[in-house]
Nanobody
């Protein structure tokens, strides 16, 4: 139902764009979010785009990441710039339980399989 792609190995300061394709039935009228999980750490919220296009980001994003959404394609993108080694993690996309959601994993019901992002120093 969710397919995340675009991860890979990049040097610090580089960029990556992650893509998450969802079925229309899965994503229809709901917010979509991005989370990440580094080895030995809890899954953490990265950002989300709600149904109307409004975005909300974690503090550590600090203008480096941006989320966009193509409703017609049921696809959401995570543009990551100025990547740092601490951004290394598996990145997951998720579909919210409603059109407007926050940062809690419990607010999301469908999860993709994750894509690995590795940032070398």
């Amino acid at each position: 139902q969710l397919q995340a792609s675009g991860g890979g190995l990049v040097q610090a300061g580089g960029s990556l764009r992650l893509t998450c394709a969802a079925s229309k039935r899965t994503s229809s009228n709901n917010a979509m979010g991005w989370f990440r999980q580094a080895p030995g750490k809890e899954r953490e919220f990265v950002g989300r785009v709600n149904w109307s296009g409004g975005t909300y980001y974690a503090d550590f994003v600090k203008g480096r990441f941006s989320i966009s959404r193509d409703i017609a394609k049921s696809t959401v993108y995570l543009q990551m710039n100025s990547l740092k080694p601490e951004d290394t993690a598996v990145y997951y996309c998720a579909v919210g339980t409603r059109p407007y959601t926050g940062r809690e994993p419990s607010e999301y019901r469908y999860w993709g399989q994750g894509t690995q992002v590795t940032v070398s120093s």
